[in-house]
């Protein structure tokens, strides 16, 4: 149990010493950087196998933070007494996707950006949509809370099993996109009366495609060694907490996650 286990930091290195040893060595729970993570096995970084998917999970990265940035541009030209605060944000999004592009060359792997493209089309095209119709709701939920939730449970869960260099820069990507997130919810909380409506809408028409975005990079995530319902759940934890702030009740809240469930 986590909890009668001790740790202790010596040097960056953590060792986490259990009074009732299972399998597990005493070295092998020497892990450096993390308080209590016995149970983590690092992947092999330099194997065909995890240089394969990691093609694919590193251009949905970049192309998610090439598109995060254009999409804050884009809600800019919506709110734009915003446009400044949002053009920061937009900034911020572009060094994401320098840094995430220097971790795919740091492992010699070539992004496959056609993929990643294939991949985000369908919100996409509903960001696209709604940003037209001049849906700022709409445009918030995807990006502000559904693609930074996303993003946040996909960066918690790889940083434990990421190579020393990528673990640098997602740990530095996760707190932005707490900013980015804590954007969306302020927003949509002061306006909430007025867009409660079309936050539903959106919600069950968007929610579900998240889901089938996370079902389609499980395998490519396990051979991360990210597993698919740790990524789910902390989604689901991330969205549901952000709902909270934005001031739904928890009932409210079951009722918009259940959309997950039927689309
Ligand atoms: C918003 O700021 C960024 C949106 C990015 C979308 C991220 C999708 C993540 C998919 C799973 C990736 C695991 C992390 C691997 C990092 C190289
Ligand atoms: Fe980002
Ligand atoms: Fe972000």
Not at 24 to 51: I, N, Q, R, W
Not at 77 to 82: A, R, S
Not at 159 to 178: C, H, L, M, N, Q
Request: aromatic content about 8%; proline content about 3%.
């Amino acid at each position: 149990m986590a909890s009668d286990r001790r740790n202790f930091a010596v040097n960056g290195y953590s060792l986490s010493i259990c009074p009732h040893p299972g399998p597990m060595s005493t070295a092998e729970t020497l892990v450096k950087g993390h308080a209590d993570l016995a149970e983590v096995a690092l992947p092999d970084f330099s194997s065909e196998v995890y240089k394969d998917a990691y093609s694919r999970i590193n251009a949905i990265v970049i192309e998610g933070e090439q598109e995060a940035h254009d999409n804050y541009i884009a809600i800019g030209t919506l709110i734009p007494d915003q446009a400044d605060e949002l053009a920061k944000l937009a900034r911020m999004e572009l060094k994401h996707m320098k840094g995430f592009t220097a971790c795919g060359n740091n492992l010699g792997v070539q992004a496959d950006m056609a993929f990643a493209k294939t991949f985000f089309t369908p919100l996409h095209d509903n960001f696209q949509k709604a940003l037209a119709a001049g849906n700022v709701t709409t445009c918030l939920l995807i990006q502000a809370i559904l693609i930074e939730a996303f993003a946040i449970s996909a960066y918690h869960i790889y940083i434990p099993v990421s190579d020393p260099f990528a673990r640098r820069i997602t740990e530095g990507v996760v707190k932005d996109e707490y900013t980015h997130l804590n954007y969306g919810q302020e927003w949509l909380k002061a306006n909430l009366e007025s867009v409660r409506e079309e936050l539903e809408q959106a919600n069950r028409e968007n929610l579900p495609l998240v889901r089938r975005m996370l079902e389609q990079v499980a395998d490519d995530a396990a051979a991360l060694h990210m597993d698919k319902e740790d990524l789910m759940a902390d989604f689901m934890a991330s969205y549901q907490e952000a709902l909270t702030e934005i001031g739904f009740t928890s009932r409210e809240i079951a009722k918009l996650a259940t959309a997950a469930l039927l689309g």
